[in-house]
């Protein structure tokens, strides 16, 4: 074998990387302030139903949004716009991840609630392209992956800020192999990249009067990268003296958060994207299932809101897509209010979802035609919002 020949091609491929990651370090340290909603004559939302039961539960989500803000739709200060063609077909079609026309249309919005679409692997009958959501986040820098847990039950009340646009994500399509023999992936961690999201999760903790922030890294093995994530945590904490932090490695966390004497006592929790991708998959399997969480992806300018779970293609090819549970995309639709400012009507919603889903549970999503369908579940926390006594009704579930 002619290894030579790969040694160069793979010198000249490192110095692009390089050369690309240092701009990239640059533009995080340039870039400019928070976009203020507030200020904006029109909001736009785009939707787009992505694959599989997407679409079915996206629409479920955006009847109750649009419940919450008949108000200000019809004094045209906020908008909702079908976004076409970001399904894996047409995807496949361009061999994009997000076809030009698309992510053009995306930008044009304010922010975005977006359904699971699929992400092909290696052996599957769709060509390898890469995944939707990681390439919206990077071309969207969409830098913070927020996501919550809660089972008031157990004590968990837990926020996960997962770097969005770094660690082994950023070059998952980038790394090089010999043939068969040797493949190489590579992982990435900016000074500035990692400061963002730390700070952002310690603003968080401060603003809604958390005790903790926990930094999540491995460190100890894999010093360069984890090791800049954890010192720049280091110095970043050190401008917020009231909230006390503490850092942890992914492995004992991830034992961690099933010991029930433990875990109740975590708080805010950052951390570099491939542990907090392992992670909020098994804090949401505590709150009940990957079904039940929804999660924002922010950045300075935009914002995208979907679950966290897969596009369940099998129950749409079943005939089940009716059956499929919208509750993690209208969660996801709560943060997004929550983020547009509308803070009132994200309380509300958060209430309704605790009664709907929690509480009283008059009736219950399984996926089957056993359970109730998504539209059902959908006017069920519609007509929870309804009610006069919406935050009576919760708090007496709350305290019980
Ligand atoms: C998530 C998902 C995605 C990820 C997949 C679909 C690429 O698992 O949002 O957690 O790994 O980030
Ligand atoms: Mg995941």
Do not use: C
């Given at each position: 074998m002619d290894y030579e020949k790969y040694i160069e091609e793979a010198k000249k491929h490192l110095e692009e990387i390089l050369r690309e990651q240092i701009e990239r370090v640059h533009r995080i340290r340039n870039e400019g302030d928070w976009i203020d909603y507030?200020?904006?004559p029109k909001i736009i939302i785009g939707v787009a139903g992505g694959d599989g039961i997407g679409p079915y539960i996206t629409e479920q989500a955006q009847r109750v949004l649009e419940f919450l803000l008949q108000e200000e739709i019809s004094e045209g200060k906020v908008e909702f716009r079908k976004i076409e063609g970001l399904t894996i077909e047409n995807r496949v079609k361009h061999m994009q991840a997000v076809p030009d026309d698309v992510l053009e249309e995306i930008k044009k919005c304010h922010v975005l609630l977006k359904g699971p679409t699929t992400t092909p692997k290696k052996?599957?009958?769709?060509?390898?392209?890469?995944?939707a959501n990681v390439a919206l986040r990077r071309y969207l820098d969409l830098f913070a992956n927020v996501r919550p847990v809660k089972v008031p039950e157990l004590g968990i009340d837990w926020v996960f800020f997962r770097e969005n646009t770094?660690?082994?994500?950023?070059?998952g399509s980038k790394g090089f192999a010999i043939d068969d023999e040797l493949a190489i992936d590579f992982r990435v961690i900016t000074e500035p990249g990692a400061e963002r999201i730390i700070r952002l999760a310690f603003e968080y903790a401060k603003k809604n009067n958390r005790r903790k922030v926990s930094v999540v890294t491995k460190a100890n093995v894999v010093k360069k990268t984890d090791g800049l994530f954890l010192s720049v945590a280091e110095r970043v904490a050190k401008d917020y003296p009231e909230i006390e932090w503490d850092d942890w490695f992914i492995d004992i966390m991830t034992a961690k958060l099933i010991d029930p004497a433990r875990?109740?006592?975590?708080?805010v929790i950052v951390l570099p994207n491939l542990y907090g991708d392992i992670l909020t998959d098994e804090a949401a399997q505590i709150q009940?299932?990957?079904?039940?969480a929804g999660s924002a992806n922010i950045g300075k300018r935009y914002a995208m809101f979907e679950a966290i779970?897969?596009?369940?293609l099998r129950m749409v090819k079943e005939g089940r897509g009716k059956y499929a549970n919208p509750m993690s995309m209208i969660k996801a639709g709560a943060m997004m209010l929550e983020h547009l400012g509308f803070t009132e009507k994200a309380r509300k919603l958060n209430m309704a979802i605790d009664i709907c889903n929690?509480?009283?549970?008059?009736i219950v999503v399984?996926?089957?035609?056993?359970g109730a369908t998504g539209e059902e579940m959908a006017n069920y926390v519609i007509e929870t919002l309804k009610d006069e006594k919406l935050e009576e009704k919760w708090e007496k579930y709350a305290k019980k």
């Open positions: 507030s200020k904006l052996g599957d009958p769709w060509p390898n392209i890469e995944s770094e660690g082994a994500y950023m070059l875990r109740s006592q975590f708080d009940g299932g990957v079904g039940t779970h897969g596009t369940a929690s509480y009283e549970r008059k399984t996926g089957r035609p056993d």
